[in-house]
């Protein structure tokens, strides 16, 4: 067996019908889908991501990006985005793993290789996510931790190693600055991190670009043109995608739309409704129930 059909072998193993399934490891996610997917929207998490089996395309903005077994994706910030898979069926599903980016342990990288490493290497660039090739070492990696779920005492004793060893291959690849950008201080990506993690707890409650320029400690000018060339949105326009988003996600898995309308942060359901329409084509009563996207 190839170490490219292993791979998809055993994400099949442990995920035996369509939908996602949490391991023992922390923040490793498996995902299967027999059908394809037309584009949907979801939030992508700052996640590494990888396709065993079939093809997944991720879309924000203007930006768009395909991920394959040959490629994997690396998203760094909590980003409203539609997504679709292609090219699977019944008898080739599409297999995916979703691993959560630890800052911590970046961060603990960092300081190890550039201890050692020339200054060259030890800044950061711009970017929010990317599509970058699937090297043999980073598949040989995640064979490896996956393999651990079969003993629970292996899973537990040796799973921190090779999540510290996955995120130095990730790290150390063409695109690792995606990484430090969730942690490196003077990129102006991770300026705009904490201020969507702060949407990201707060998008509940009233906001609006005073409130959240004030966190920022930037002025409300200054936060609308950094965010905005990050995340291709205004920081308005983000507060409203993220609910959206949400809401959605809240109707594929069952809530009733008012339920929804309360959950997400809107105070009229009549307004939810418009946006809602205004943003999707189809009211929230019109959503079909089934089962969210994950990235």
Do not use: W
């Not at 630890?102 to 201890?115: C, K």
């Not at 043109?225 to 959206?244: A, E, G, H, I, N």
């Not at 942060?265 to 809602?276: C, I, K, L, V």
């Amino acid at each position: 067996m190839s170490i490219r059909s292993e791979l998809a072998e055993l994400i099949h193993r442990h995920v035996v019908s369509d939908g996602e399934v949490a391991t023992a490891v922390p923040g490793l996610v498996l995902y299967r889908r027999s059908e394809p997917l037309t584009r949907t929207p979801g939030i992508y998490k700052p996640s590494i991501c990888i396709v065993a089996q079939g093809r997944k395309s991720m879309h924000y903005g203007d930006n768009s990006y395909t991920y394959d077994p040959d490629n994997y994706l690396i998203s760094s910030l909590t980003l409203p985005a539609e997504a679709e898979i292609l090219d699977v069926s019944a008898d080739e599903p599409f297999l995916a793993l979703i691993l959560a980016v630890d800052r911590l342990l970046v961060s603990r990288l960092m300081i190890e290789i550039d201890a050692v490493s020339v200054a060259s290497e030890t800044g950061a660039a711009p970017g929010i996510c990317i599509s970058s090739p699937l090297t043999e070492r980073l598949r040989l990696s995640l064979i490896r931790l996956l393999r651990l779920l079969d003993d629970p005492l292996d899973c537990s004793i040796l799973a921190p190693n090779l999540l510290y060893e996955l995120h130095y291959e990730v790290l150390r690849g063409p695109h690792g600055y995606l990484l430090r950008n969730c942690v490196y201080n003077d990129s102006r990506s991770n300026r705009i991190a904490p201020i969507v993690h702060y949407i990201e707890e707060n998008f509940r409650r009233p906001l609006d670009i005073e409130t959240i320029a004030r966190v920022a400690g930037m002025s409300a000018s200054t936060l609308y043109q950094y965010f905005r060339d990050v995340t291709s949105m205004s920081p308005m326009q983000f507060v409203k995608s993220l609910r959206l988003h949400q809401a959605r996600m809240l109707l594929l898995s069952g809530s009733q739309a008012s339920e929804a309308c309360y959950r997400v942060g809107y105070s009229s359901p009549s307004q939810f409704s418009r946006e809602f329409k205004r943003f999707f084509g189809d009211l929230p009563s019109e959503v079909p129930r089934s089962n969210g996207v994950r990235a």
